[in-house]
């Protein structure tokens, strides 16, 4: 079985339709599977939406689909974040509203031996990272209680993939809005071996300057926020760190 895995859309209809010419380019997949954060922030919400339901992908939540949704969000966001909300809400309509509520916190694709888990940050919530570099401790609390032999994620906007106590652990990166200090896309295809799962991140070219334009154009809240984040494509904690 060959899973295609992509997260972290953010609205970004040009990056995701280059992750999709890619992975046509690689062969394809089995099953293409989305792993939440599919439209706030971006400046194509509902196309990427109506882009998913096209292609026939399997979408779960993320926090940011959930913010969407919730009448009353326990967390408080500043006022520019919340006017993002309210634009994005009335852009994609009651329709698309209604489809993000129902979607799943997780998916389990395989066989109990051999199983892979998809969820959107980890799989006990859909807003606490699992950094590359987590210890042990927070791996135990976030992971340890899984059965999954491979546990497939997004999120953290940064592609890694390392082994933890017999468990594949992938961050697929973000389709959208990388922040990895590589400006292109990403995603990972997934090939379920005997004894396990093997993993190909892809990191794919978008036009960058083009996207801008949309989000300058498309009458989003505080687009000049969103633009800089774009284009600085890293976590500002993490500007000394990633080059």
């Known amino acids: 079985m060959r899973i295609a895995l992509l997260s972290d859309v953010h609205g970004n209809l040009s990056a995701l339709d280059a992750c999709l010419a890619d992975l046509e380019s690689q062969g394809g997949a089995d099953a293409i599977v989305v792993a939440g954060d599919l439209c706030l922030d971006g400046p194509k919400p509902k196309k990427v939406l109506q882009r998913l339901e096209e292609i026939g992908a399997t979408c779960i939540r993320g926090n940011t689909d959930r913010y969407l949704y919730e009448d009353s969000p326990e967390r408080t966001f500043e006022p520019g974040e919340a006017a993002q ?20 916190f997780a998916l389990r694709i395989g066989e109990d031996d051999n199983q892979l888990l998809v969820v959107h940050a980890n799989p006990r919530s859909d807003d606490e990272h699992i ?29 890694y993939a ?14 959208g809005l990388p922040k990895d200090g590589d400006p292109r896309a990403g995603y990972a295809i997934l090939t379920e071996r005997e004894g396990g799962w093997q993993v190909k991140h892809r990191r794919v070219p978008f036009d960058v300057k083009k996207v801008a334009t949309q989000l300058a154009d498309c009458g989003i809240p505080e687009s000049a926020e969103l633009i800089a984040t774009l284009r600085r494509h890293r976590y500002k904690q993490l500007k000394n760190s990633i080059p």
């Open 85 to 104: 909300i309210a634009w994005t809400r009335r852009e994609i309509g009651e329709r698309w509203l209604s489809w993000l509520k129902v979607l799943p």
């Open 131 to 159: 950094w590359p570099d987590a210890d042990d401790a927070s791996l135990q609390r976030l992971v340890g209680e899984e059965s999954a032999a491979a546990i497939a994620f997004g999120h953290l906007h940064i592609p």
């Open 162 to 175: 390392r082994m933890w106590r017999g468990k594949l652990l992938v961050n697929v990166s973000s389709a």
